[in-house]
Nanobody, 122 residues
């Protein structure tokens, strides 16, 4: 019983920046990891970045975004961010927030946000 609400998508010019946010809410849950995925028209959904909720906060990035995107978390707010810099037209996609959680009622499971459109175009 976890809801994810995404925000921050929009239209940006090539080379510009955008920050996506995703906030998780619910009565009782513990987040193990949060990720950003994206899906462009006619393409498969791909993993963009992941951050774990442990003390180390390990991060992983797709090669296509490494050095340009940064994933971060605020555990106290159950929120994950994706800072996107040096955006390229090929970054255009619907971006989805995803979290792996332990739900007190349902056990281990994942939840997905509604998706937010990112369009990089001049």
């Amino acid at each position: 019983q976890v809801q994810l609400v995404e925000s921050g998508g929009g239209l940006v010019q090539p080379g510009g920046s955008l920050r996506l946010s995703c906030a998780a809410s619910g009565s009782c849950f513990s987040i193990n990891a949060m990720s950003w995925y994206r899906q462009a028209p006619g393409k498969q959904r791909e993993l963009v970045a992941t951050v774990t909720s442990g003390g180390s906060g390990r991060t992983n990035y797709a090669d296509s975004v490494k050095g340009r995107f940064t994933i971060s978390r605020e555990n106290a707010k159950n929120t994950v961010y994706l800072q996107m810099n040096s955006l390229k037209p090929e970054d255009t996609a619907v971006y989805y927030c995803q979290t792996d959680v332990y739900d007190c009622a349902l056990g281990f499971r994942d939840y997905w946000g509604q998706g937010t459109q990112v369009t990089v175009s001049s």
